[in-house]
Nanobody
Framework: QVQLVESGGGLVQPGGSLRLSCEAS????????MGWYRQAPGKERESVAR???????DYADSVKDRFTISRDSAKNTVTLQMNSLKPEDTAVYYC?????????WGQGTQVAVSS
């Protein structure tokens, strides 16, 4: 069992930056994949970025070159650095983890990009 707790959401102007953090309740060393999803009002949840245990990363085309995902096994955290934010990045962002056959989700953190 893994509990995931996100933090770092908020309101930011277009072009601004935010840093989301996801802290796991246990060591992430054995968690094969962690990532971030988002869900905007009226839309389906979509993958934003993911990072595998070996460090491989991939991103949705809409966030490439603007967002960076990283993991710190010593702190049991995964972070998402979001730069050059756009209004279309507004959504609830969810931390996600895959450990063996099970998936885990955080409760979500709101990101709003507006002037």
């Amino acid at each position: 069992q893994v509990q995931l707790v996100e933090s770092g959401g908020g309101l930011v102007q277009p072009g601004g930056s935010l840093r989301l953090s996801c802290e796991a309740s246990r060591s992430i060393f054995s968690i094969s994949r962690m990532g971030w999803y988002r869900q905007a009002p009226g839309k389906e949840r979509e993958s934003v970025a993911r990072i595998l245990s070996g460090g491989y990363t991939d991103y949705a085309d809409s966030v490439k070159d603007r967002f960076t995902i990283s993991r710190d096994s010593a702190k049991n955290t995964v972070t998402l650095q979001m730069n050059s934010l756009k209004p279309e990045d507004t959504a609830v962002y969810y931390c996600h983890a895959v450990a063996g056959p099970r998936q885990y989700w955080g409760q979500g953190t709101q990101v709003a990009v507006s002037s």
